[in-house]
């Protein structure tokens, strides 16, 4: 088992984030979505920009440029709600693009380095090299800071 991977390969769906490619395990995918809108929600976290309705269940909406601390970007056509299991929740991440779904052998993956990009390396599981480009592999148990996770779990619980 490496890097906490219990499989030989691994299916991931791959989304754009300024520029770097993020990968997560589609297992943990329960929809890609166009942009819409978003409602509010008052006092929530900078990163936490919201909820959206989708097909009757209320679905928080996280920002995830805001969240690794990236540089704002205007969303574009291109740009994709990707619902994510996170912990007991259904989270909505907003993404600049989803690129492709791609099946990797987890021998490629390499253990995340301390200075990569800037992201903090908690919630990364590892890298994937590929012929022509890196993976980030997010670890979607820590991307959340416990005050985002605890915020979220509440305005849900007062949302039903």
Do not use: C
Request: charged share 25%; glycine share 6%.
């Amino acid at each position: 088992m490496e890097h906490g991977f219990d499989a030989e390969e691994i299916q991931l769906v791959v989304f754009e984030l300024a520029g770097e490619s993020y990968g997560v395990e589609i297992s943990r995918v329960q929809d890609i979505n166009r942009m819409q809108e978003i409602t509010e929600i008052p006092h929530a976290p900078e990163s936490v920009v919201g909820v959206i309705n989708l097909r009757g269940r209320v679905i928080p909406v996280v920002d995830l440029r805001t969240r690794f601390g990236l540089p704002p970007a205007e969303h574009t056509k291109s740009t994709r709600i990707v619902v994510v299991q996170m912990g007991e929740e259904p989270i909505g991440m907003i993404v600049d693009a989803v690129s492709q779904v791609l099946r990797i052998p987890t021998k490629i993956i390499e253990p995340p380095s301390p200075v990569l990009s800037g992201v903090d390396s908690r919630y990364l599981r590892g890298i994937a090299k590929l012929e022509d480009e890196l993976v980030i592999l997010l670890d979607l148990d820590y991307v959340l800071s416990k005050d985002e996770q605890e915020f979220i779990s509440e305005a849900m619980a007062e949302s039903v």
